[in-house]
């Protein structure tokens, strides 16, 4: 894997975290970090975290915040299932409307699944 460095705006080496840290077990990483590796903005991790939808970080101290590289991963392989069991409920949903000899899209309302 050749990770690029994430930067601040500073531009300082200090304030750097490869992708590649992704892979340690133990690493905690930082915000900047987990939004690179989830493709989500900040403020969406953070709105996820309120919903419960995304792993909690460790506080360590009153300005700083980490998470867990093994959790973000674990979040990030979670949403591939998910989006998998959405695919298998829409066939299933398809197969029992055929199966009631009704119109799937009817079905859907009646179940709450309109899309």
Not at 20 to 42: F, H, I, K, P
Not at 59 to 67: D, I, N, P, S
Request: proline letters at 3%.
């Amino acid at each position: 894997m050749n990770a690029q460095p994430i930067t601040t705006n500073h531009g300082s080496n200090h304030n750097t975290q490869l992708l590649d840290v992704l892979q340690l077990e133990d690493a905690l990483l930082r915000l900047r970090t987990v939004s690179q590796a989830t493709g989500l903005s900040n403020a969406t991790v953070y709105r996820k975290l309120a919903a419960g939808e995304f792993p909690k970080p460790v506080r360590l101290g009153c300005r700083c915040t980490r998470w867990k590289a093994a959790d973000v991963r674990a979040w990030i392989q979670a949403q591939g299932r998910s989006i998998v069991a959405t695919e298998e409920t829409a066939r299933s949903t398809a197969d029992l409307a055929k199966e009631l000899g009704v119109d799937l899209a009817d079905l859907e309302r009646a179940l709450g699944l309109d899309r």
